[in-house]
C-alpha cells in the first residue's frame, strides 16, 4: 500500500523558516518524480518545486531562491525547506509521487505564515 505522510507545517512569522518532511512508503522511492504542491483558501492546487530522479530541481516563480527541494533516496523521504516565508505562502502543502501514469498523493500539512 503506497503512503505518502507528510509533517512539519506549521505556524510561522513571516520572515520565519519551515522544513516539510514526506514520508513514502510501498513503492520504490528513488524511481519517482517527486514534488510538492500548496493549494491556498479559495485557489487552485500549484506546483510549489519537483526534483527527478537524478536530483534535477524545478520552482515555481513564486518560490525561486527561498525555497529548497531535496531527496533522500535511502531514508525514502522528500524535503522543503522554506526560507523568508510570506503570507502568501500559506496554505495545504501536499506531496506528490509520479512515475509515467501512476500517481499518488499526500494528505497535507497546513502551513500559514503569521503575525
Known amino acids: 500500500q503506497v503512503q505518502l505522510v507528510e509533517s512539519g507545517g506549521g505556524l510561522v512569522q513571516p520572515g520565519g523558516s519551515l522544513r516539510l518532511s514526506c514520508v513514502a512508503s510501498?513503492?520504490?522511492?528513488?524511481?519517482?518524480?517527486m514534488s510538492w504542491f500548496r493549494q491556498a483558501p479559495g485557489k487552485e492546487r500549484e506546483l510549489v518545486a519537483s526534483?527527478?530522479?537524478?536530483?534535477?530541481?524545478n520552482y515555481g516563480d513564486s518560490v525561486k531562491g527561498r525555497f529548497t527541494i531535496s531527496r533522500d533516496n535511502g531514508k525514502n523521504t522528500l524535503y522543503l525547506q522554506m526560507n523568508s516565508l510570506k503570507s502568501d505562502d500559506t496554505g495545504v502543502y501536499y506531496c506528490?509521487?509520479?512515475?509515467?501514469?501512476?500517481?499518488?498523493w499526500g494528505r497535507g500539512t497546513q502551513v500559514t505564515v503569521s503575525s
Open positions: 510501498g513503492y520504490i522511492f528513488s524511481l519517482y518524480f
Open positions: 526534483i527527478g530522479t537524478t536530483g534535477s530541481t
Open positions: 506528490h509521487a509520479q512515475l509515467g501514469a501512476l500517481t499518488y
